[in-house]
């Protein structure tokens, strides 16, 4: 076979092949896009932001939601989770009302474990300033609002302190040998405004709370 002859039919050849090619990969002709890949890039994960702190509504509906109190009283729940604030405020008003009643009556030996030293000797010397023959007579006709005034808690020592304000109608009188009232109204309460401190160390295993101070 002769050279040309044999040029011609490689040639053919490779004609053939360079068409068979385009039609099964397609050409590119400079405006097609980039190659479509069944791929996707993987996109940067969206940095996770930490769950809101959900609002304790046992807190807020007695304190400000961004007051001082308000946080205080939600680290104190973080170390006892016993701690609710409603109870605490409906245990402390029946405390009010039966300390007032017994050192009304003078039973104040009942109320040392729930008094710290000061206030005990400060309720004692009181009732031993009374004249003996006398009834002093404290009777609460009714708590008319009891409010969180302030908050204190030592994240170290888990001291706690929670001031309330009870603002309550009362009757104190007091009443001679016979029975006749020689002092206050018997029969027309009045209004009287207080403050009164409780304190207990958190997460402790005495769940009782101590009356520190009263103004």
Known sequence: MSPVLQLLIL???????????RGLLGTRDGFEGPAKSNYTI????????????????????????????????AAMKKIDQQFVVRDFLEGATKAYEWILSSFGKGQIEDLKPFLSAEVFESFKSGVEQRDPVHNFIVEIERVKAKIIADVKFDEQSHSAEITVEFVSDLYSYVEDESGEVIDGDKNNSVSQTEE???SRVMGSKDPNWKLVATS
């Open 42 to 73: 993987d996109q940067p994960s969206r940095e996770v932001q930490p769950e809101e702190e959900k609002v304790d509504q046992d807190i807020i509906d007695f304190v400000s939601p961004d007051s001082v109190e308000a946080k205080s009283l």
């Open 196 to 198: 009164w401190t409780f």
């Open 11 to 21: 040639a053919g050849i490779a004609l053939f092949l360079i068409f068979k090619l």
